[in-house]
T-cell receptor, first 113, second 111 residues
């Protein structure tokens, strides 16, 4: 079974620019998560989708971050405008449903100059 | 909300020895406790998980124990090998609430 696919693997931008990340979950997984992992820390949930609906976005900085999962499969996460403190690895995970184990992709490493 | 503390932050063991990583959680209603292994440049990989109705679970060289009364759970790796070197994360959640992760333990297995 193919795992969670993410692209790009790396991205370098200047502060105040915009950036977008893409995630394709494991086939059949209804629940999709975006996490932010700052160096030396554990992943922190940004947003959780169930199919194409948002379940939890309480920790998403909505003034600059947005995410969508229009057809209930692929998802994109956008940052606009980026700040220096957004430098992190952005991980996507998926699960069959919210009560099943989460499986992670390899992430996008974002560097803000 | 839930808070997960993980110790130690770094751990070095000789190849063949055992390694133990401990986590404590704050919310007594938490009922799911996974452990993830993260290698450099990779995403976290689920290696074992336990639910609150079980006290111990084993998978080959890896075991997890849960003490609900004390609100702590531990990862045990026996007969460690160099390929076990990685960062290990514990996490906890209850029901449909988000997974809350510990800060990680960097395990080094010295050949």
């Amino acid at each position: 079974e193919a795992g969670v696919a993410q692209s790009p693997r790396y991205k370098i931008i200047e502060k105040r620019q915009s950036v977008a990340f893409w995630c394709n979950p494991i086939s059949g997984h209804a629940t999709l998560y975006w996490y932010q992992q700052i160096l030396g820390q554990g992943p922190k949930l940004l947003i959780q989708f169930q199919n194409n609906g948002v379940v939890d976005d309480s920790q998403l900085p909505k003034d600059r971050f947005s995410a969508e999962r229009l057809k209930g499969v692929d998802s994109t996460l956008k940052i606009q405008p980026a700040k220096l403190e957004d430098s992190a690895v952005y991980l996507c995970a998926s699960s069959l449903n919210p009560n099943q184990p989460q499986h992670f992709g390899d992430g996008t490493r974002l560097s803000i100059l | 909300g839930e808070n997960v503390e993980q110790h130690p932050s770094t751990l070095s063991v000789q190849e063949g020895d055992s390694a133990v990583i401990k986590c404590t959680y704050s919310d007594s209603a938490s009922n799911y406790f996974p452990w993830y292994k993260q290698e450099l440049g990779k995403g976290p990989q689920l290696i074992i998980d336990i639910r609150s109705n079980v006290g111990e679970k084993k998978d080959q060289r890896i075991a997890v124990t849960l003490n609900k009364t004390a609100k702590h759970f531990s990862l045990h790796i026996t007969e460690t090998q160099p390929e076990d070197s990685a960062v290990y994360f514990c996490a906890a959640k209850k029901g449909n609430t988000p997974l809350v992760f510990g800060k990680g333990t960097r395990l080094s297995v010295i050949a």
